[in-house]
C-alpha cells in the first residue's frame, strides 16, 4: 500500500510505521543522539535534552512514549 510519509510527505510503500525509510534514518540517528547525551547529562528534564540536542519536543516526545530511550 501507498501511502505518504507523515514526516516529510513523500509517498513510500508503507509498513507498520507512517514514515519512509529515510526519515526512520534521521529518527535512528536522533534517538542515538539523545541516547548520547542522556548518558552524559542523567537527570536532565526534557527541556534540557531538546535545547541541548536541537531535537524537536514532538520527537523526543513520541520516543518517550514509544520506549525508544535509555535511562540507564
Request: hydrophobic letters at 40%.
Amino acid at each position: 500500500m501507498l501511502a505518504n510519509c507523515e514526516r516529510c510527505g513523500a509517498l513510500f510503500t508503507k509498513s507498520h510505521r507512517g514514515i519512509c525509510p529515510s526519515c526512520v534514518q534521521v529518527e535512528a540517528a536522533l534517538v542515538n543522539k539523545v541516547n548520547a547525551y542522556l548518558h552524559e547529562h542523567r537527570s536532565a528534564s526534557m527541556l534540557d535534552v531538546v535545547r541541548d540536542t536541537g531535537v524537536d519536543f514532538r520527537i523526543v516526545s513520541d520516543m518517550v512514549k514509544n520506549g525508544r530511550l535509555n535511562f540507564r
